[in-house]
Each structure stands twice: as structure tokens, then as C-alpha cells.
């Protein structure tokens, strides 16, 4: 078991915030256009993905073009009502 002797009363000031994005995502239309998407952010991905893991670095250009990408949005399936620019899918009917 290890113990850490840190002390943890000001650990937050240790690590500096990380800039968010300041404008709205991305909404995808259609599926086609999801699919280009995420072939496009997969190519750009794999560009020093190695390095990043060799390197422990933390992908925080990546995880923001993901998330502006739209490509979060599109994990309810359209059989359950989607609701283009909503958030909370409707139920079937």
C-alpha cells in the first residue's frame, strides 16, 4: 500500500484550469455527415497519438475538437425520437 504525504488543503491551485471552447458545438444533420466527421477527427487523432501516450500527455486539443465536433450529441438512437437541436430525446409514439 502506498501513503502519500502531500498534502491535498490546496491541491486544486496546483493544477492551472484548462481553457474552455466559448462557442456552441457543432449540431451533425444527418448521418453522413457524422460519419465524415468522424473519419476526419480520427485521421487528425492518430496524428501523434503515440507520442501523446509515450509522453503522458493529456489530449486537450482533441477532446475540445471531439466535443465541438457535435459527435457527442449523436448517442441516442433515431428510433427513440430525436428531436433535432434538443437535448433530451422525446419518446416514441
Known amino acids: 500500500m502506498t501513503v502519500s504525504t502531500v498534502k491535498t488543503d490546496h491541491a486544486s491551485a496546483a493544477v ?10 457543432h449540431i451533425i444533420k444527418d448521418d453522413a455527415e457524422a460519419i ?20 503522458r500527455i493529456w489530449p486537450v486539443a482533441e477532446l475540445d475538437a471531439f466535443s465541438q465536433s ?15 437541436n434538443c437535448p433530451t430525446p422525446r419518446s416514441p409514439g
Open 16 to 25: 492551472p484550469p484548462v481553457a474552455r471552447p466559448t462557442v456552441p458545438a
Open 36 to 55: 465524415a466527421i468522424a473519419q476526419a477527427l480520427a485521421a487528425e487523432f492518430a496524428r501523434d497519438s503515440s507520442r501523446r501516450d509515450r509522453e
Open 70 to 84: 457535435g459527435l457527442w450529441s449523436i448517442n441516442v438512437p433515431k428510433a427513440f425520437g430525436v428531436v433535432p
